[in-house]
């Protein structure tokens, strides 16, 4: 059994910074891709940023220069820094790892999620 914890939301006022942390449990052997997503009610989920097992990263255009994302890959542990927060960015993140290897077989798994509020 494979599960995401995620820590690190909270509200902040614009400008502002946060760090969101997901570590992966389970039997693990490797993971591919781990990212974050988030969501606003009535909007589809939406990619923030991913890094790969080899350090490359993708981001959301509306992010970059601002959030910063990196891992761990002993520690199965991808972290999310925010800078320069704008209230556009309030929403509730989600950790995501793609391509876990576990037992033999490869799945994609999504953490509880994490609310960001952004407000003065």
């Known amino acids: 059994q494979v599960q995401l914890v995620e820590s690190g939301g909270g509200l902040v006022q614009p400008g502002g910074s946060l760090r969101l942390s997901c570590a992966a449990s389970?039997?693990?052997?490797?993971?591919?891709?781990m990212g974050w997503y988030r969501q606003v009610p009535g909007k589809e989920r939406e990619l923030v940023a991913d890094i790969n097992s080899g350090g490359s990263t993708n981001y959301a255009d509306s992010v970059k220069g601002r959030f910063a994302i990196s891992r761990d890959n002993a520690k199965n542990t991808v972290w999310l820094v925010m800078n320069s927060l704008k209230p556009e960015d309030t929403a509730v993140y989600y950790c995501?790892?793609?391509?876990?290897?576990?037992?033999?077989?490869?799945?994609?798994?999504w953490g509880q999620g994490t609310q960001v509020t952004v407000s003065s």
């Open positions: 389970g039997r693990i052997f490797s993971i591919n891709a």
């Open positions: 995501n790892a793609r391509g876990v290897y576990t037992m033999g077989r490869m799945a994609t798994y």
